[in-house]
T-cell receptor, first 115, second 113 residues
Framework: ETGVTQSPTHLIKTRGQQVTLRCSSQSGHNTVSWYQQALGQGPQFIFQYYREEENGRGNFPPRFSGLQFPNYSSELNVNALELDDSALYLC??????????????FGPGTRLTVT | QQQVKQSPQSLIVQKGGISIINCAYENTAFDYFPWYQQFPGKGPALLIAIRPDVSEKKEGRFTISFNKSAKQFSLHIMDSQPGDSATYFCAASGAGGADGLTFGKGTHLIIQP
């Protein structure tokens, strides 16, 4: 069974640029969530995708957007990058049905540095 | 507004001892409470989770105790080992989970040999 994978591992961007991060969910999982983890802090929920639709969103501005594809992989796009966007971006997948539907399994993350 | 408060921020325990990390929540709509373990440079790994219809859940050396009336839950690590040294996060989510997980700020645990 393949776990959650994310690419790239590290990324350096300049303020004002745009970035796309990618995630492949764990086999059998059809729900993907994205989180931002600042250094020394707990992850913060950005949004969740199910059946290619956004079905939940945290307190993040619209310049954070996403996509989910038919194979359940996902992208996180961030426009007009700001210095405070520097963080570890985590993708988590979860099965939707049954009692285990709430369990979220995280990938290794993408470390984004904005200069 | 921090909806999940975690303490202590850091903890040092001797090998073989019991590590205890506490969390308190405010949102009464929360109904799923997982704990995650994170090593440097890695993503969080799900350790154990509980729902409010039970007061305790044990998996190996890890136990969650849950007090619904006090809106508190805790993680106990029995026979703590140096390999348990990591950052631990409590989290919570509401019905359906579409609102994502709300995490505490984390506890940096060091197990001294």
């Amino acid at each position: 069974e393949t776990g959650v994978t994310q690419s790239p591992t590290h990324l350096i961007k300049t303020r004002g640029q745009q970035v796309t991060l990618r995630c492949s969910s764990q086999s059998g999982h059809n729900t993907v969530s994205w989180y931002q983890q600042a250094l020394g802090q707990g992850p913060q929920f950005i949004f969740q995708y199910y059946r290619e639709e956004e079905n939940g969103r945290g307190n993040f501005p619209p310049r954070f957007s996403g996509l989910q594809f038919p194979n359940y992989s996902s992208e996180l796009n961030v426009n007009a990058l700001e210095l405070d966007d520097s963080a570890l971006y985590l993708c988590a997948s979860s099965p939707r049905a049954g009692t285990s539907g709430r369990e979220q399994y995280f990938g290794p993350g993408t470390r984004l540095t904005v200069t | 507004q921090q909806q999940v408060k975690q303490s202590p921020q850091s903890l040092i325990v001797q090998k073989g001892g019991i590590s205890i990390i506490n969390c308190a929540y405010e949102n009464t709509a929360f109904d799923y409470f997982p704990w995650y373990q994170q090593f440097p440079g890695k993503g969080p790994a799900l350790l154990i989770a509980i729902r409010p219809d039970v007061s305790e859940k044990k998996e190996g050396r890890f136990t969650i105790s849950f007090n619904k009336s006090a809106k508190q839950f805790s993680l106990h690590i029995m026979d703590s080992q140096p390999g348990d040294s990591a950052t631990y996060f409590c989290a919570a989510s509401g019905a359906g989970g579409a609102d994502g997980l709300t995490f505490g700020k984390g506890t940096h645990l060091i197990i001294q040999p």
